[in-house]
């Protein structure tokens, strides 16, 4: 992506691949290194997900996920992008209680954690957060469809608006979330139509995840995209790397060397 050149890509540079029919490439990240290898292969969006309750954390969901954790890994993730537009995820229960809830721990994210937007799960009774946040300053990404943070209501992490029903109330929350002012929206999980129609519906760029090739642009977890995960194979996830098996052989070369009295070589070793 062209950007103005001056540093970190702004939201107004982000609405604007839309309008140029640019597609976005984001990824999630939680430390510094990441952070920096992501930023320097040009993904224009950076979000620490509240995923890393589960690739971090190893939980099963992401509903343990801190307030306090999140800005620990904002901070670190910080420090590592020079160019991407980093993102922070709010997690369970850290803006659903009230707007005032909301807008003191998302400012928390950009304050403490050095982040330039905050993601919130959820639809139209989000909408009066999202304007408020918008009002002072604080730019939003929405994420409607399949939310994980609702997994203990669904029972699980299935697909989202396969009936009219459903459908019908995903681009209603589509739509109210980008009418309250978020400069973009992850669709998760839901059919490719759906995801197709709501990115011609509204005006701001559509992020997918498991929701087909229409949307703006896509974001997948790192550690799924990078075979990392690997205990998991998810349909929607391409592998562009099998880091997984890469660090067990890694491993493996390591101890044999060590056994075999190879490492440290000389050349390795100080006078
Ligand atoms: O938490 C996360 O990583 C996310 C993305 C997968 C969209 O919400």
């Not at 309750?53 to 509903?63: A, E, I, K, Y």
């Not at 973009?184 to 005006?203: C, D, N």
Request: glycine share 12%; with cysteine.
């Amino acid at each position: 992506m062209a950007t103005s050149g001056k540093g970190l890509i702004t939201v107004r540079e982000i609405l604007d691949l839309k309008k140029h029919g640019e597609k976005i490439s984001a990824l999630t990240a939680y430390d510094a290194t990441f952070a920096r290898l992501i930023d320097e292969g040009g993904a224009e969006i950076i979000l620490v997900g509240d995923s890393l309750g589960m690739v971090v954390q190893g939980f099963d969901s992401t509903l343990p996920v801190t307030m306090d954790e999140m800005i620990y890994h904002c901070r670190a993730a910080s420090r590592g992008v020079t160019r991407a537009l980093l993102v922070a995820d709010m997690p369970f229960l850290t803006y659903q209680a009230s707007i005032e809830q909301a807008v003191l721990n998302a400012g928390r994210c950009l304050k403490e954690g050095g982040v330039s937007a905050v993601k919130l799960e959820g639809g139209e009774e989000l909408a009066p957060t999202i304007r408020r946040l918008r009002e002072i300053g604080i730019p939003v990404m929405g994420h409607v469809g399949m939310q994980p943070q609702k997994v203990r209501q669904y029972g699980g992490y299935g697909l989202q608006g396969s009936d009219q029903a459903d459908a019908k109330q995903i681009l209603r929350d589509a739509e109210a979330v980008a009418e309250a002012g978020a400069f973009a929206i992850v669709l998760e999980k839901i059919p490719m139509g759906l995801a197709g129609k709501i990115t011609r519906a509204i005006p701001i760029p559509t992020i997918g995840i498991a929701s087909g090739p229409d949307c703006d642009g896509q974001i997948l977890v790192s550690y799924d995209m990078l075979g990392l995960a690997d205990q998991f194979k998810f349909r929607f996830v391409r592998r562009y790397l099998e880091l997984a098996e890469e660090i067990r052989a890694a491993v493996g070369r390591y101890r044999d060397d060590i056994r075999d009295g190879k490492f440290p070589a000389a050349g390795e070793s100080f006078e």
